[in-house]
Antibody, heavy 117, light 107 residues
Framework: QVQLVESGGGVVQPGRSLRLSCVASGFTFSSHGMHWVRQAPGKGLEWVAVIWYDGSNKYYADSVKGRFTISRDNSNDTLYLQMDSLRAEDTAVYYC??????????WGQGTLVTVSS | DIQMTQSPSSLSASVGDRVTITCRASQGIRNDLGWFQQKPGKAPKRLIYAASSLQSGVPSRFSGSGSGTEFTLTISSLQPEDFATYYCLQHNSFPWTFGQGTKVEIK
């Protein structure tokens, strides 16, 4: 069955960096675009970034553009989110999600990032 | 960017009630819309894709309709396990955008 497992969250000071990972299993990872979506505590869902199945295209939300970088390693079925220059407003649970031609279907369980001094 | 306006932001309903949630897109998105259910501390779960297609394994009391700019999620007979927050998501163009969410609470 499809599984997505995020890791790498934690507490980090403002201005510092963190890298999230999402390990995929149960499907052909290299055939699917992948997304990151986040949710601040008590708030709604916010789309963050997407990467094409082969890594050839990437798009970002304006709120993270220039600070976050999405990437993937298809040989290891792993998606990444490099987060630099972190701000308090980046505090959220970060989910990875699998893309299909009809949007996203499966989501991971999320990993919490807390930006605080 | 496409704005998704979801209403209501919350509602109180009883078991057995019919519930309707609406999402309005700021421009036409064809049927590039999904509906998600989220329970506290859990990841979102897709209920509907392509505006009106039921995700495999989802009870048939959930249905979606609409195209273009107006979309509706209907729960025909609310069950205890349906109390949750619901979101629409447009995937017509980047940046993808979610509705603000609708929290369905027990009356």
């Amino acid at each position: 069955q499809v599984q997505l497992v995020e890791s790498g969250g934690g507490v980090v000071q403002p201005g510092r960096s963190l890298r999230l990972s999402c390990v995929a299993s149960g499907f052909t990872f290299s055939s699917h675009g992948m997304h990151w979506v986040r949710q601040a505590p008590g708030k709604g869902l916010e789309w963050v970034a997407v990467i094409w199945y082969d890594g050839s295209n990437k798009y970002y939300a304006d709120s993270v553009k220039g600070r976050f970088t999405i990437s993937r390693d298809n040989s290891n079925d792993t998606l990444y989110l490099q987060m630099d220059s972190l701000r308090a407003e980046d505090t959220a649970v970060y989910y990875c999600a699998r893309e299909t031609p009809r949007g996203v279907d499966y989501w991971g369980q999320g990993t919490l990032v807390t930006v605080s001094s | 960017d496409i704005q998704m306006t979801q209403s209501p932001s919350s509602l109180s309903a009883s078991v057995g009630d019919r519930v309707t949630i609406t999402c309005r897109a700021s421009q036409g998105i064809r049927n590039d819309l999904g509906w998600f259910q989220q329970k506290p501390g859990k990841a979102p779960k897709r209920l509907i894709y392509a505006a009106s297609s039921l995700q495999s394994g989802v009870p048939s009391r959930f249905s979606g309709s609409g195209s273009g700019t107006e979309f509706t999620l209907t729960i025909s007979s609310l069950q205890p396990e349906d109390f949750a927050t619901y979101y629409c998501l447009q995937h017509n163009s980047f940046p993808w955008t979610f509705g603000q969410g609708t929290k369905v609470e027990i009356k």
